[in-house]
């Protein structure tokens, strides 16, 4: 019986909930739907993690409020990660902010550095979430075009001058949720330029850090010269080590935008579940060899889909990294027509592109996150079809 605040309405619809509802009503009529829309890992959290998490339970310590900005362990382990896998200094006092996941950061940072009106620079398609940050902010949003003939890069020199006059922050995301891109030092050092003259704030969301193909290891945006003075980076554990559900994470790069971070959460909870920091600081120091077969598992998964999609004659390319494809929507079909087109006719469940942007028309994104054999179930169902060929 209670309005709701303008704000609440301000925010931008949350696209996908339509497709978990699809999914469930095709479900609920008795079909075996295989879902390849949604961008949950599949897999449970390594046992070791797991264990650390029991132990840290059991404590006491525990069980209190934890200092408000997290425990020093967990940064210091954050700060040792990058050392060891980036070769970057951190300094785990003033650089290293503990978030309750990646998307908190992401929502919180818009409300940190900006003001109502503000401009801020946002890939298209992209991660939903940065949306809900700057609606929340009250900034307004000038959309970077993702394209495949730029690799999914943005073309910096395509934005206007006024654009970049105005603007405060820029999101960026590699490897690339949509599109599975990733992105090489040349883009990070002009994304630096131009941050440095336009004095923009870059926030770096690098969630699908641990996930490249090929034998190539993603680039950190901190490993560039300058990153530091110009933005951060959002790294989450929900992906490199199948802990979605724990909401844990953490910001590295730019101490005024950490200090900002941590202030402004100082106004919104205490930090997380001591144990959940105890146990992530173990996943972040200990054996890696659990990441190298997640990735050795997702590539092996993407062979299946992108060969077999390939073979019924679906022209598709595979994604360089992230856990993520970029399928091209065959002619006729707008990209929800096709993904409910897939859904009613092949029970095969694939996320619009037009729910990450205006650019991402034309294309549906599938996940890796589920068995080879479903991969190829998919595949075999999708041939059923005739669409291609
Ligand atoms: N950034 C991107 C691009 C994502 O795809 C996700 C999750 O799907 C996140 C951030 C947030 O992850 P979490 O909040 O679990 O850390």
Not at 179 to 194: D, V
Not at 326 to 336: A, H, I, R
Request: proline share 6%.
């Amino acid at each position: 019986q209670f309005e709701k605040s303008e704000l609440l309405k301000a925010l931008p619809k949350q696209f996908f909930a339509s497709l978990v509802e699809k999914v469930g009503a095709i479900t609920a009529e008795g079909h075996d739907v295989i879902n390849l829309g949604q961008g949950n890992p599949d897999q449970p959290t390594p046992d070791h993690i797991v264990r650390r998490l029991q132990e840290a339970a059991q404590n006491p310590i525990n069980h209190k409020y934890s200092p408000f900005k997290g425990y020093s362990y967990l940064k210091e382990a954050a700060a040792k990660y990058y050392k060891r896998e980036y070769g970057v200094d951190i300094d785990p006092d003033k650089e290293v902010a503990i978030l309750f996941g990646g998307k908190a950061g992401l929502v919180e940072l818009p409300q940190c550095l900006l003001n109502p009106g503000d401009t801020v620079l946002v890939p298209d398609p992209g991660y939903p979430d940065y949306w809900s940050g700057v609606a929340m902010a009250g900034a307004q949003m000038e959309y970077m075009p993702l394209l495949e003939k730029n690799d999914f890069l943005p073309d910096y020199p395509s934005i206007s001058k006024d654009t970049l006059e105005k603007a405060k922050l820029m999101f960026l995301n590699y490897p690339n949720n949509p599109t599975g891109a990733i992105a090489n030092s040349k883009f990070f050092k002009e994304t630096i330029n131009l941050a440095q003259k336009h004095s923009i704030c870059v926030v770096h969301d690098f969630a699908y850090g641990a996930i490249g193909f090929d034998g190539s290891k993603p680039l950190s945006f901190m490993q560039c010269e300058g990153a530091k003075d110009v933005g951060i980076e959002i790294y989450t554990l929900s992906k490199t080590y199948n802990m979605a559900g724990w909401r844990v994470g953490f910001a590295v790069g730019n101490s005024s935008v950490i200090e900002a971070i941590e202030l402004i959460q100082d106004h919104m909870y205490v930090s997380l579940f001591p144990a959940v920091q105890e146990a992530a600081a173990a996943a972040l120091l200990e054996s890696q060899e659990c990441v190298d077969q997640l990735v050795d598992t997702y590539e092996s998964r993407r062979k299946v889909l992108i060969e077999g999609l390939n073979e019924i004659g679906w022209e598709v390319s595979a994604p360089k990294g992230s856990f993520f494809a970029w399928l091209k929507v065959p002619e006729g079909f707008t990209s929800e027509a096709f993904a409910d087109y897939l859904l009613e006719h092949a029970h095969v469940a694939v996320a619009p592109g037009i729910g990450f942007g205006t650019y991402g028309e034309g294309y549906v994104r599938t996940g890796l996150l589920t068995t080879e054999d479903r991969l190829r179930e998919a595949v075999d169902r999708i041939r059923e079809l005739k669409l291609f060929k």
